[in-house]
């Protein structure tokens, strides 16, 4: 396993609503900044091959455990969950704790719809770029994978039903499956999420016209990164985006599943590199 899996700085940063999130920091302090926000059920550590990568070197990396997951708290009210404002003050509080200067966003599956509601709060005029991650800001049937349809008709309700639907899902999230260790690791902050918190998530979804207005004020650039072969989020949602966002530039990962930015990681840190030193270049500019 990689030796940066505790991050070397880590700090709680409160919510506008009261809740404390888990936000930690690798790489080059000094250097452009980019902020990652994970999956559902995931955490910050799902972007270890980021940390332990070239990337660390030219740029400060910051991510942080998402409400109701990792270290970050955990309330089980629904409404800390299907309430969009709540996710896009949370990233904005993390952006204000950590001053970052217009950073890069990455958002990979629920974290780019909560990119999305950082844009409909917010706007894009405190970022440097986006990037939008095997994710589905776009909340319609036609974008929905046949392994999400088939967790979302599981009734089970029984911890052995659970824990194999949440076991399922992981898998479901890699078409090139991780390394053993990896996997353990995984399964590990994947149960640290309450069931309670992965019911109130799936009970969210916002107006796809509110997303479409929101996309269509975006003037940063825009980099959408996802795999062919992804069995979660169809590809038709990376195309719903890129067409909702002016100048927005697909990279298709034609082997790859749900994670590229794990299951090739040399290709997409070599890529995310060069976007966020040409979006930070566009901003300076």
Avoid at 142 to 147: D, H, I, L, S
């Amino acid at each position: 396993m990689p030796t940066t899996l505790h991050a070397p700085n880590l700090e709680r940063v409160a919510t506008p609503d009261g809740v404390s999130v888990s936000v930690g920091e690798w790489g080059n302090s000094a250097g452009p900044e980019i902020l990652f926000i994970h999956g559902a059920a995931q955490s910050m550590l799902s972007f270890e091959r980021q940390y332990d990568s070239e990337l660390a070197r030219d740029f400060r990396l910051v991510a942080y455990d998402l409400r109701g997951h990792g270290f970050s708290d955990k309330p089980l009210d629904p409404r800390h969950y299907r309430e969009g404002r709540r996710w896009a003050d949370e990233a904005q509080a993390v952006i204000d704790a950590k001053r970052l200067k217009r950073p890069v966003m990455v958002g990979w599956s629920l974290g780019g719809r909560v990119l999305r509601e950082y844009l409909m709060a917010y706007g894009d005029r405190g970022l440097s770029g986006i990037n939008i991650l095997a994710a589905r800001p776009f909340e319609v049937d036609a974008v929905v994978g046949p392994a999400s349809k088939a967790m979302m008709t599981n009734a089970s309700r029984d911890l052995a039903g659970r824990i194999a639907a949440a076991i399922a899902f992981l898998r479901a999230c890699f078409d090139k499956q991780p390394d053993p260790q990896d996997f353990i690791t995984a399964v590990a902050y994947n149960f640290m999420i309450p069931f309670e918190v992965r019911d109130a998530i799936a009970g969210w979804k916002t107006d796809p016209a509110d997303v479409r207005a929101a996309f269509a004020a975006v003037t940063v650039p825009t980099l959408i990164t996802h795999g062919r072969r992804d069995s979660l989020i169809l590809p038709l949602a990376a195309e719903m985006c890129a067409e909702a966002i002016k100048g927005a530039r697909i990279s298709w990962y034609d082997d790859c599943g749900h994670s590229p930015f794990y299951e090739d990681a040399s290709r997409y840190n070599r890529e995310l590199a060069a976007f966020v030193a040409q979006a930070w270049r566009s901003r300076r500019g």
